[in-house]
């Protein structure tokens, strides 16, 4: 084992996880086999196509959540007080431990999910062409839906790595109900900022104007907000969750 | 080994539970760490393994400060907590995972003393009882062949036969490299394995001496009614089990529990007489 940061530890803690959550990662998988072929077939049913587009739609709502939940079970044995004391002795660095369980719920699991959601996909439509007729068209991993998709996952999941560390219980419904605050203060103060530059409109006065507001505020009103934004959800919450495991007591 | 300088902690809205503590680990030796419940025992071990963070004081092993946990200081130190819980996976597996990460870990001596417990790899760790899943950690902290091993309460949820294939297997495993730390409420477990007692008492180290020295201060046995010289602490009001300073009298083999008890009724008086060496004096 080298000094300071390996490499080779983390690959090591990576297999570690693998092995410990190996149930829950098959189930999740399983369920997402089950849910990515059922929602093709029945998108198939109505227009017997099924596009690139609606392919990335239905791969997005299993894969965010999905990568989500597998962040909160990765962090169960760190909160859990029976199992931390073991964890925590190991010896691994802080930034090793971080990367590792990055690379596990992120990059692996993006690899792995996007493989199984292909093969499933193709599956699904020469069930659809036998069942329903439908056209055939070439389901890739190269379209920028996909790498939207994608870009909103790695943005979104450090939110929940945070969640998942910092509290011991009911870890998802306080996560949701912390971001649902956090956003909603954005929310005011994009408000608030587009009211006082715009003062002059009278936005507080006439209805139409005070609608434009609140749909103006419900976006992000700059390429500067858009990086702001995508900072503080990403690698600064990367940064809050480094802190959290370093500070981490039994 | 691992030094402790000043080391004060409290849980949050509590009073202190350790007030500096100034302590000095050696290898070569099995210390035994007593206290009354609620003492501080328990912290101490987790401080000590980094798991815990002082307060005030610090707490170092070989020179690098624990509270970092860095890699090189953990493959060092492992700790057999009181109470944890174990993955549902194979023995076989628990080691395959857990073991790469400490350099000196021997595969043979895990599997042979697995073989000494009765256990085999094979077998799902969360169908084992407590019992059984301890001595797997047991096991397993042996043969990571760490220099400093810490044990809190390790002979809970043994039954009296494994007690003593406890010490048994504590006594083969210790050598001039290692350092074994051993926390118990149940003084008694740890007859002949520890050879160093350190007692806490109302958040503070009241007693930190070697068994050696405890042997050539103390006196442990049943004296007469008209034998009250050196007298220090009895269990009984005539013929009781007592502590005596020694002075010329014949070596005895230590009474843990009575030392224990002794130091927690007259520690200032227990102390000034492990700090003179003609014997104990005249009291």
């Given at each position: 084992?080298?000094?300071g ?19 829950t990662?098959?189930?999740g998988?399983?369920v997402?086999?089950?849910l ?9 049913v ?27 079970a ?8 029976k199992t ?34 292909l093969?499933?996909g ?11 007729g ?34 011991s ?29 715009n ?29 702001f ?22 | 080994?691992?030094t ?65 946990r ?5 493959q ?9 819980e ?8 628990f080691e395959?995972?857990?073991s790469?990460?400490?350099?000196n870990?021997?595969k ?10 009765h ?36 002979t ?7 007690k ?25 477990d ?29 006196w ?31 070596e005895?083999?230590?009474d ?25 004096t005249?009291?």
């Open positions: 084992m080298g000094q940061f390996s490499f080779q530890r983390v690959i090591q803690f990576i297999k570690r996880d693998l092995v410990l959550l190996r149930g990662f098959l189930t998988f399983l997402a086999i089950i990515v072929f059922l929602f093709c077939l029945l998108n198939m109505w227009d017997q196509k099924l596009s690139l587009e609606e392919f990335y739609g239905i791969f997005g709502i299993i894969y965010i959540p999905m990568g989500i939940l597998f962040t909160f990765l962090f169960r044995e760190f909160g859990n007080p931390n004391a073991l964890y925590l002795a190991l010896p691994i660095s802080t930034i090793e431990r971080l990367v590792g369980k990055w690379l596990t719920v992120s990059l692996i699991y993006t690899l792995v999910l996007s493989v199984l959601a093969l499933v193709t599956v699904a439509m020469a069930a659809g062409i036998i069942l329903f439908a056209n055939f068209n070439l389901l890739t991993l190269f379209s920028e839906s996909y790498l939207t998709i994608v870009g909103t996952y790695i943005f979104v999941q450090p939110v929940a790595m945070v969640g998942a560390l910092s509290f219980r009911n870890k998802i419904g306080k996560t949701l109900l912390a971001v649902g605050i956090v956003v909603l203060g954005f929310f005011l103060f994009n408000f608030l900022l587009y009211a006082m530059f003062h002059k409109l009278g936005v507080f006065d006439e209805d139409g104007l005070g609608s434009m507001a609140f749909n103006k505020a419900g976006m992000d009103y700059s390429i500067v907000g858009r990086w934004y995508g900072f503080i959800f990403g690698p600064l919450m990367l940064v809050v969750a480094y802190f959290k495991m370093r500070e981490k007591e039994v | 080994m691992l402790t300088n000043k080391l004060y902690f409290n849980y949050p809205t509590s009073p202190s539970v350790l007030k500096s503590i100034n302590l000095e680990l050696k290898p070569g030796n099995i210390y035994g760490l007593f206290g009354k419940n609620g003492e501080g025992k328990s912290t101490l071990i987790k401080i000590m393994s980094g798991l815990l963070f002082p307060k005030s004081g610090n707490c170092t092993f070989n020179g690098r400060s624990i509270q970092q860095e890699p090189e200081t953990l060092d130190i492992f700790l057999i907590p009181e109470e944890f174990l993955p549902s996976i194979s023995i076989k597996a395959h995972i857990n790469v990460f400490y350099p870990f021997s043979e001596q895990f599997y042979n003393l697995l073989e000494e417990f256990l085999k790899p094979q077998q799902i760790i969360s169908n084992l009882s407590f019992g059984q899943k301890k001595k797997v950690l047991i096991a397993f902290g042996i043969a990571v062949n760490t220099q400093l091993l810490l044990m809190d309460e390790p809970n949820g043994l039954d009296i036969p494994s003593s294939q406890f010490r048994k297997v504590m006594a083969a495993s210790v050598d001039s490299g290692k350092c074994i730390v051993i926390s118990t409420h149940q003084v008694r740890l007859h002949s394995l520890i050879n160093h007692v350190i007692i806490l008492d109302n958040a503070q180290l009241i007693f930190d001496e070697s068994l050696d020295q405890v042997t050539k201060m103390l442990f046995g049943r004296a007469s009614s008209t034998e009250q010289t050196g007298l220090i602490y009895s269990e009984g009001a005539f013929g009781g089990r007592s502590v005596h300073a020694r002075m010329d009298k014949e005895t083999e230590v843990l529990e009575l030392l224990f008890n002794g130091v927690l009724n007259e520690p200032a008086r227990i102390n000034q007489i492990m700090q003179n060496n003609d014997h104990g005249r009291v």
